[in-house]
């Protein structure tokens, strides 16, 4: 584009200002995520901001292909909603109150000159900070402050719009690289906040629009960085180790008690609202009591619920193909790619009015959390509704829902599979039985591989429904497990240093060796599982396991457990090497 000269902004040039910003952030947002380095991120940065301007920018274009009754205004509040509901993570629902700024200011502008420019900056700000509960600095919201301030500075000294442009990208550059000062954890890594960055990235598309000439943006993590294995966190906690977020239909003054509520109940609290649609978003370890805190207010609606620490388990192996979760509806339909890694995962509010399950047609179903091949394959031929359950890329609440209803059945029993699948499956069950009137029973016992299938051994599917469920805790309760699985970074442990890559062994969930070798950490893990002592030993071949490991493990536990019955399963589990039960 040829130089402007510092000529106002049409209003007309919105839609391709959007796709300007939203390419910007496209072209960049695998960069950007990769500066999200911490043990326990706030999803992937750049994905979020790409996510949010898209659902913002096909607002609008569907907007105005539609002509909605009410002209220019219902057109600003429909780009504000698209963005608002299509706003994901923490970063996201920030970038969606820098979108409805815009909107807002320049609706019913003919031209965006420099005054405009500054006063639609000063409202991003004043939103953003007013979203978050408790605002850091060195974030996102310094960039948007000093590029405001920078802003309004260069009105004030005359400038047009290309010079208040220039003004604010160069102040919002220095402020990024100022974060790393400003936070400890970014001067541990070495790196910038990826919301900031992602911040530049996008005034700098502005700027790119205006002039044709986009200001150079520094976006990959410094040489000499191992990205995935820093080692520092996040504004977010272990201590808080769930991502709730979802829509909420309530008036936008519910928003500063919402706000209030949810900090009682973790951190990193964000609430926007668009005229009757807020969007919520907390970390916390009461998935629940979070939901619910919004149902006080109003009706709520694509519930995402993420375990931020197992993303990183799986951040390494699979990147999210993002481009086929940018062509789905986030209010009707979920982003998980199941055969991938679903970062997000939604539960889906099924409108009644327009959208009626099919009646039960049995008693009873169970619905199993797995995955690996021959895993599945097992339970599925037991009879069991299979949800994958991959470690890191967990099932949503929404899958977990659908396989409920799926079903058709009465009454479902819920095999969670893992620990921090637990409140998932419940948070799922109040759901099953508010909205489809469905009676469902969690086994909170069946929150391992080994569990699941012990549990599905004893299944009888004709048997009545309170005896099913009664035969399924009281097995899953029988079983001991515990896993060999790779560590994923360097760490202090209470077994001794731990180094990436190397074999961990844990039993019942604790911790009880470090090993370079994966045969020892095995021996050591069926020690603590006492498998000498067990009826039935099961071992589950993980999919990392070589071919001469699995022949000397299975060689290893019978050996362990001589007066036990053994049994060997190809399960194709990951990440975990091996997987042993016993009952």
Same mark, same amino acid.
């Given at each position: 584009?040829?130089?402007?000269?510092?000529?106002?902004?049409?209003?007309?040039?919105?839609?391709?200002?959007?796709?300007? +910003?939203?390419?910007?952030?496209?072209?960049?947002?695998?960069?950007?995520?990769?500066?999200?380095?911490?043990?326990?991120?706030?999803?992937?940065? =750049?994905?979020?901001?790409?996510?949010?301007?898209?659902?913002?920018?096909?607002?609008?274009?569907?907007? $105005?292909?539609?002509?909605?009754?009410?002209?220019?205004?219902?057109?600003? /509040?429909?780009?504000? $909603?698209?963005? &608002?509901?299509?706003?994901?993570?923490?970063?996201?629902?920030?970038?969606?109150?820098?979108?409805?700024?815009?909107?807002?200011?320049?609706?019913?502008?003919?031209?965006?000159?420099?005054?405009?420019?500054?006063?639609?900056?000063?409202?991003?700000?004043?939103?953003?900070?007013?979203?978050?509960?408790?605002? +850091?600095? =060195?974030?996102?919201?310094?960039?948007?402050?000093?590029?405001?301030?920078?802003? /309004?500075?260069?009105?004030?000294? =005359?400038?047009?719009?290309?010079?208040?442009?220039?003004?604010?990208?160069?102040?919002?550059? !220095?402020?990024?690289?100022?974060?790393?000062?400003?936070?400890?954890?970014?001067?541990?890594?070495?790196?910038?906040?990826?919301?900031?960055?992602?911040?530049?990235?996008?005034?700098?598309?502005?700027?790119?629009?205006?002039?044709?000439?986009?200001?150079?943006?520094?976006?990959?993590?410094?040489?000499? &960085?191992?990205?995935?294995?820093?080692?520092?966190?996040?504004?977010?906690?272990?201590?808080?180790?769930?991502? &709730?977020?979802?829509?909420?239909?309530?008036? @936008?003054?519910?928003?500063?008690?919402?706000?209030?509520?949810?900090?009682?109940?973790?951190?990193?609290?964000?609430?926007?609202?668009?005229?009757?649609?807020?969007?919520?978003?907390?970390?916390?370890?009461?998935?629940?009591?979070?939901?619910?805190?919004?149902?006080?207010?109003?009706?709520?609606?694509?519930?995402?619920?993420?375990?931020?620490?197992?993303? &990183?388990?799986?951040?390494?192996?699979?990147?999210?193909?993002?481009?086929?979760?940018?062509?789905?509806?986030?209010?009707?339909?979920?982003?998980?790619?199941?055969?991938?890694?679903?970062?997000?995962?939604?539960?889906?509010?099924?409108? $009644?009015?327009?959208?009626?399950?099919?009646?039960?047609?049995?008693? !009873?179903?169970? +619905?199993?959390?797995?995955?690996?091949?021959?895993?599945?394959?097992?339970?599925?031929?037991?009879?069991?509704?299979?949800?994958?359950?991959?470690?890191?890329?967990?099932?949503?609440?929404?899958?977990?829902?659908?396989?409920?209803?799926?079903?058709?059945?009465?009454?479902? !029993?819920?095999?969670?599979?893992?620990?921090?699948?637990?409140?998932?499956? /419940?948070?799922?069950?109040?759901?099953?039985? $508010?909205?489809?009137?469905?009676? !469902?029973?969690?086994?909170?016992?069946?929150?391992?591989?080994?569990?699941?299938?012990?549990?599905?051994?004893?299944?009888?599917?004709?048997?009545?429904?309170?005896?099913?469920?009664?035969?399924?805790?009281? *097995?899953?309760?029988?079983?001991?497990?515990?896993?060999?699985?790779?560590?994923?970074?360097?760490?202090?442990?209470?077994? =001794?240093? +731990?180094?990436?890559?190397?074999?961990?062994?844990?039993?019942?969930?604790?911790?009880?060796?470090? @090993?370079?070798?994966?045969?020892?950490?095995?021996?050591?893990?069926?020690?603590?599982?006492?498998?000498?002592?067990?009826?039935?030993?099961?071992?589950?071949?993980?999919?990392?396991?070589?071919?001469?490991? /699995?022949?000397?493990?299975?060689?290893?536990?019978?050996?362990?457990?001589?007066? *036990?019955?053994?049994?060997?399963?190809?399960?194709?589990?990951?990440?975990?090497?091996?997987?042993?039960?016993?009952?």
């Amino acid at each position: 584009m040829p130089e402007r000269g510092g000529a106002p902004l049409s209003a007309r040039e919105l839609p391709a200002l959007f796709d300007h +910003v939203h390419d910007a952030l496209q072209a960049r947002r695998d960069a950007i995520d990769d500066l999200n380095v911490f043990p326990v991120p706030d999803g992937d940065t =750049g994905t979020n901001m790409t996510l949010t301007v898209r659902a913002g920018r096909d607002a609008l274009i569907a907007g $105005r292909a539609d002509r909605p009754a009410g002209g220019r205004d219902a057109l600003a /509040r429909e780009v504000i $909603r698209g963005a &608002v509901r299509g706003a994901r993570g923490n970063s996201g629902v920030i970038i969606s109150q820098v979108v409805r700024a815009v909107v807002e200011v320049t609706t019913g502008e003919q031209a965006v000159d420099a005054e405009v420019y500054a006063q639609a900056l000063e409202h991003a700000r004043d939103l953003a900070y007013e979203a978050v509960a408790e605002p +850091v600095e =060195g974030t996102i919201l310094t960039a948007i402050a000093t590029a405001a301030a920078a802003a /309004r500075a260069a009105v004030d000294d =005359g400038a047009d719009l290309t010079g208040a442009s220039v003004s604010a990208c160069a102040a919002t550059a !220095v402020a990024v690289e100022r974060t790393r000062e400003q936070l400890e954890v970014l001067q541990q890594a070495g790196v910038v906040d990826a919301g900031a960055r992602g911040f530049e990235v996008l005034l700098a598309a502005v700027h790119g629009h205006l002039t044709g000439e986009d200001p150079p943006v520094a976006v990959d993590p410094p040489r000499g &960085v191992t990205v995935r294995t820093a080692g520092h966190v996040c504004h977010g906690s272990l201590a808080h180790p769930y991502e &709730v977020q979802y829509l909420l239909d309530a008036t @936008d003054a519910s928003a500063a008690p919402l706000r209030v509520a949810l900090e009682q109940l973790g951190e990193s609290v964000v609430v926007v609202a668009a005229g009757g649609l807020l969007n919520v978003h907390v970390h916390t370890d009461r998935i629940g009591p979070a939901i619910e805190a919004g149902l006080a207010h109003g009706r709520p609606s694509a519930i995402e619920v993420v375990h931020l620490g197992e993303q &990183v388990a799986e951040r390494d192996a699979i990147r999210v193909t993002t481009e086929a979760a940018l062509a789905v509806d986030t209010t009707t339909r979920s982003v998980s790619d199941r055969a991938g890694s679903p970062r997000t995962i939604e539960m889906l509010h099924t409108d $009644r009015a327009t959208h009626t399950p099919a009646p039960p047609q049995r008693e !009873v179903a169970v +619905v199993a959390v797995l995955h690996g091949h021959g895993a599945v394959a097992l339970a599925r031929s037991l009879g069991a509704e299979v949800v994958d359950g991959t470690a890191g890329s967990l099932p949503s609440v929404a899958d977990l829902v659908e396989a409920a209803v799926a079903s058709r059945a009465q009454q479902v !029993v819920i095999l969670p599979g893992h620990r921090n699948a637990v409140a998932a499956a /419940r948070s799922a069950a109040e759901v099953v039985e $508010r909205e489809y009137e469905r009676h !469902v029973e969690v086994v909170d016992a069946a929150a391992s591989p080994p569990a699941v299938l012990a549990a599905l051994a004893l299944w009888e599917p004709d048997a009545p429904a309170a005896r099913v469920t009664a035969q399924l805790m009281d *097995a899953a309760a029988a079983v001991r497990a515990g896993e060999v699985v790779d560590a994923i970074r360097d760490a202090a442990s209470p077994a =001794g240093p +731990v180094r990436a890559g190397q074999p961990l062994g844990l039993a019942d969930g604790q911790l009880v060796v470090v @090993d370079d070798d994966p045969l020892r950490a095995l021996h050591a893990v069926c020690t603590a599982l006492e498998v000498s002592t067990g009826e039935v030993v099961t071992l589950l071949h993980g999919a990392n396991a070589s071919a001469a490991d /699995r022949e000397a493990a299975a060689a290893l536990v019978t050996a362990l457990a001589p007066d *036990a019955e053994v049994e060997v399963v190809d399960a194709g589990l990951a990440p975990a090497r091996f997987w042993v039960g016993v009952e």
